[in-house]
């Protein structure tokens, strides 16, 4: 089995974690293997005992090799290909393979990552709205989650103005979540590049969205907050920017306004405050 084979297998073993996969990417490329013993994986993962039993019941008695068939039919980029972004492959748990369909070539392009409230306000709606057409008029591809509000707003209004995005979704291709966002999410398959580090069959789990956070700010050069309550996802996605060593930017707004609490606060901590979308593009004179 090739390396990136044994690593697209690796996501179907149960128990077998995010951390653990990526601690068992870390022993291969150390050591210059392809892949592992069963033994090997159970030990380098470190898979607490529970976790063991299950994962060897699936492996040694249950019928896996019929979705591991079906898997091997889907597209998908390992990070031990040349086309896997260098940013994301620098991060810590870094998915080790992520599904996708659309323009892989997008993943080259200067990428920004737009996250914001779900319940976006009046004003985070019109500032996105009137800072997306700058944005993918400098050639910048937008980066989100495809969750309602800011992230369904990203996608929707850089298709209108003729640009570039990027989804990352938290369920697997065989499901849109939020169901409203289905023909979005197939449209942007098409015109632009939607990517997933879950299995087709697997449906939305409250833990895959912060998850899915990493990989939208460990794609990304800038990652621009609207909107954002005091505890939030986007905040979770910020912080892990900051943690990956991005540049974060965020709207401000109003002191007493509950969805802007999160990225007022932000700035406190040393954000870059965003005033203009040219603000945006020339920080990525930095980068090309």
Not at 97 to 102: H, P, V
Not at 121 to 129: D, E, F
Not at 249 to 266: F, H, K
Not at 268 to 278: E, I, N, Q, R
């Amino acid at each position: 089995m090739a390396q990136r084979d044994f690593l697209l297998w690796l996501l179907m073993i149960p128990g077998l974690s995010i951390k653990g996969r990526y601690r068992i990417w870390i022993y291969l490329k150390e050591n210059k293997l392809s892949k592992l013993s069963w033994q090997q994986i159970l030990t380098i993962s470190k898979m607490r005992q529970s976790q063991r039993n299950e994962a060897t019941y699936w492996f040694k008695e249950m019928n896996w090799q019929v979705e591991w068939h079906k898997l091997q039919d889907q597209t998908y980029i390992a990070i031990c290909d040349a086309a896997y972004p260098i940013t994301l492959s620098e991060c810590i748990d870094a998915p080790i393979c992520l599904f996708y369909k659309g323009d892989l070539s997008l993943l080259v392009q200067p990428l920004v990552a737009i996250v914001g409230s779900r319940q976006a306000t009046a004003y985070g709606i019109s500032v996105l709205k009137s800072w997306i057409p700058g944005l993918t008029a400098a050639g910048l591809t937008t980066v989100s989650g495809l969750a309602a509000g800011i992230d369904e707003l990203t996608h929707r209004e850089t298709l209108k103005a003729n640009g570039q995005t990027i989804a990352i979704i938290g369920t697997g291709f065989d499901y849109a979540y939020p169901k409203h966002c289905e023909d979005l999410q197939n449209t942007i398959s098409q015109l632009g590049l939607l990517l997933s580090e879950y299995l087709p069959w697997q449906g939305p789990k409250r833990h895959h969205f912060p998850e899915r956070n990493r990989i939208i700010s460990g794609l990304c050069q800038v990652c621009l907050v609207i909107e954002a309550k005091k505890r939030s996802g986007s905040l979770i996605t910020a912080m892990l920017a900051l943690e990956q060593n991005r540049t974060v930017m965020a709207l401000p707004g109003r002191i007493d306004g509950q969805y802007s609490v999160g990225t007022n606060e932000l700035i406190l901590a040393g954000a870059t405050p965003v005033l203009s979308v040219d603000q945006i593009v020339l920080e990525f004179a930095n980068f090309y």
